[in-house]
């Protein structure tokens, strides 16, 4: 008789065995909040109740929790004899070894067979294989919990929220360092969202007669970031690096439909890399395509390379920030004429007037060298971009003229957490925070976490 036919057979008898014990555990619960309850005259409100409960719960469910284990798995608590998982040679069971573990339900204690193969020298435990057991004392439920949490606040701000709302005590070092194993574990090809899902995304937004505007926004943000250094060294001098980023969006009725972001503090051959892996996910023939970004050469390269059908459209807010330098420069800050300069150059960058606009510059007298200065840098930022320019045109086919877009998902994605005052990052940890951030915002963090578990499963 194998061990999965004697295990059927003795299931009625544990189901009942597994009812009786707990309700024994019900009983000691019961006897614990007797005793707090109703002992004298007691008018235990809300919030004494609900502490009682959260004191008392965890001791409660963590027995019930190693009750339920023992009985369902008794088949191998008592196994004698199992094949090695790299040879396969049959080892005895010599040893019983403790585990004591920690999940959302509270603590439990595994006392299970543990086999060894001298052949290979290596020790294992059936049952942590088919239970998924962490390695570590707190389960993989408590890391995925954690991780996502502190992608949000500080490893120490974590821990104290953790304790106070879950009861689990865990320190803002073991956040940390699991933070650091899922974020190493973490890749773009698992944070872009699969193209099913892309396409399930583009399929609901096509609701009209014309195929739905998807738009790719580029830009980078500066991070602050310091060398590696132990913690007995001084840390080096900081220094900010560009973090070169991208998101994807749909355009609906009233609101934008989110389909990836990514950000990385990288250079630019591989910011293009990446930008191509996720254009190879978009089904490029369902949609019209906008490129924005601001007057940055290189993302440009990438952006039309990955997206050839892609229109290109000049960031408004950057291109409106260079020409309001050029009025401070050249009239003084919030001077009427300087204002009244502004909306007429604006207005003929509307209708694409560049070639007039870039001529009017030309013949403009220069305050002094810093006006004189401006002026040509907005030319040359102008000439550079002349294709770029048709905001009208953007307007009536229904095409996006800024990126807002890509400036919200940057603050949301890099800065809140990232920009902390006072935090400088090493690169490496840095890119591991935006990796998960950008995976929990793309609703993808499940299946970062998921590698990272089976990268982490015991026997391996
Ligand atoms: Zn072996």
């Not at 390695?135 to 991780?147: E, L, M, S």
């Not at 601001?294 to 059908?309: E, N």
């Not at 009025?327 to 204002?339: E, H, N, R, W």
């Not at 793309?442 to 998921?450: H, R």
Request: proline share 3%; charged share 30%.
């Amino acid at each position: 008789m194998d061990t999965a036919c004697v295990a059927y057979n003795l299931e009625p008898e544990r189901k009942e065995l597994f009812r009786h014990m707990i309700h024994d555990e019900v009983d000691k619960w019961v006897d614990q909040i007797i005793d707090e309850v109703f002992e004298d005259d007691k008018q235990p409100t809300i919030m004494e109740l609900s502490e009682l409960f959260a004191k008392t719960k965890q001791k409660f469910f963590g027995a019930c929790f190693q009750r339920l284990i023992e009985q369902k798995y008794s088949y191998l608590l008592e196994q004698e004899y199992c094949p090695c998982p790299k040879c396969a040679k049959s080892c005895k069971n010599r040893r019983y070894s403790s585990k004591h573990m920690v999940t959302m339900q509270g603590s439990s204690e595994l006392n299970r067979p543990w086999f060894y193969c001298t052949d290979c020298m290596f020790g294992f435990s059936p049952l942590d294989e088919v239970l998924e057991v962490s390695r570590k004392r707190h389960q993989f439920d408590i890391q995925k919990k954690a991780v996502n949490l502190s992608a949000d606040v500080t490893f120490a701000r974590g821990s104290d929220i953790f304790k106070d709302l879950t009861g689990q005590d865990i320190s803002d070092h073991f956040i940390h360092e699991t933070f650091d194993a899922v974020g190493v574990q973490a890749r773009l090809e698992d944070i872009i969202p699969s193209r099913e899902q892309i396409e399930e995304k583009i399929e609901k937004a096509s609701t009209g007669k014309w195929r739905p505007i998807l738009v790719v926004a580029s830009d980078g943000a500066h991070l602050p970031t310091r060398p590696k250094a132990k913690r007995s060294e001084k840390r080096g001098k900081g220094q900010w690096q560009e973090a070169k980023g991208f998101r994807i969006y749909l355009l609906g009725d009233d609101r934008i439909i989110h389909i990836a972001s990514w950000h990385q503090i990288q250079d630019e051959a591989q910011f293009g890399k990446d930008l191509a892996l996720a254009a190879l996910r978009v089904p490029q023939q369902l949609v019209r395509i906008a490129l924005l970004g601001d007057g940055a050469g290189w993302l440009w390269k990438h952006m039309t390379s990955c997206f050839p059908k892609g229109r290109e459209v000049l960031d408004y807010y950057h291109c409106a920030e260079h020409i309001y330098k050029v009025a401070k420069a050249q009239y003084g800050k919030k001077s009427i004429k300087g204002l009244e300069w502004v909306e007429s150059t604006i207005c003929r960058l509307f209708y694409a007037e560049i070639s007039n606009v870039i001529g009017g510059l030309r013949r403009m007298q220069p305050k002094d060298n810093e006006a004189k200065e401006e002026i040509r840098k907005l030319v040359g930022y102008l000439n550079n971009n002349r294709e770029r320019i048709h905001y009208k045109s953007d307007r009536k086919g229904g095409y996006p003229i800024g990126s807002g877009g890509i400036e919200s998902a940057n603050k949301f994605i890099s800065h809140t957490r990232l920009k902390r005052s006072g935090a400088w990052w090493v690169k490496e940890t840095g890119n591991e925070m935006l990796r998960i951030r950008c995976a929990i915002y793309n609703g993808t963090y499940d299946k970062v976490f998921e590698r990272y578990k089976q990268a982490n499963l015991p026997n391996h």
